[in-house]
């Protein structure tokens, strides 16, 4: 091998360590936020009286569990994708990733006829605690979905246009699989917590 191609490839390497610990950092980063909201949401929790607090009723669980299934299913889209990428078929990773996609952006939409249906029981961001912590934990984490729908797009429309999908970085594809999967995870915990339980 050339000095030249040992170099850059080298580079290449760098490039990808360094990208992979960017994304260490950001997920780490991400916890200690939600860390900190359910930590809040616990004090709250084990010091109210009764729960919910001030006479108010529990969120129907019909939506956030809809939300919980199309986000599930979405990370398991997109995990589908990567496989896809990695033994080099193409359009079952574009059909992957468009699906994964239209999910992510389902998920979100669901958010929004949650906060809606709390707005139709008079339920708002500042009507007490319980729903200031809803709309804290829901508002944050469709927040970071955003900017996953975002690198998302960005990574599909890469398996679009590529000639051969074994061309895309397997460091790209598992990074950003990485921070979609954490919001899922995430997910389910508000679901647990903040709606189960």
């Known amino acids: 091998m050339s000095s030249a191609g040992s170099l850059a490839e080298s580079q290449i390497e760098g490039k990808n360590f360094a990208n992979s610990i960017a994304m ?59 496989s896809f990428i990695s033994s080099a078929q193409k359009k079952k990773a574009e059909l992957m990733g468009t699906l994964s996609l239209l999910l992510g952006v389902l998920f979100v939409g669901t958010q929004f006829i949650l ?31 955003v900017l996953a729908i975002a690198l998302k797009t960005w990574l599909i429309l890469m398996v679009f246009r590529a000639k051969e999908v074994r061309d895309i970085g397997q460091n790209l594809v598992r990074n950003v699989s990485m921070f979609w999967h954490f919001l899922g995870i995430v997910w389910i915990l508000i679901y647990v917590v903040l709606f189960v339980l």
């Open 24 to 82: 260490m950092i950001s997920l780490i980063s991400f916890t200690m936020l939600f860390a900190v909201l359910f930590l809040g949401y616990a004090v709250f929790r084990f010091n109210a009286l009764e729960w919910p607090p001030m006479g108010m009723e529990r969120v129907d669980l019909f939506i956030p569990s809809m939300s919980t299934l199309v986000i599930m299913l979405s990370s398991l889209t997109f995990w589908g994708v990567g």
């Open 115 to 145: 906060w809606e249906t709390l707005r139709s029981k008079g339920i708002y961001q500042g009507t007490g605690i319980y729903a200031s912590l809803i709309y804290g934990f829901t508002w944050t984490h469709v927040g970071h979905m």
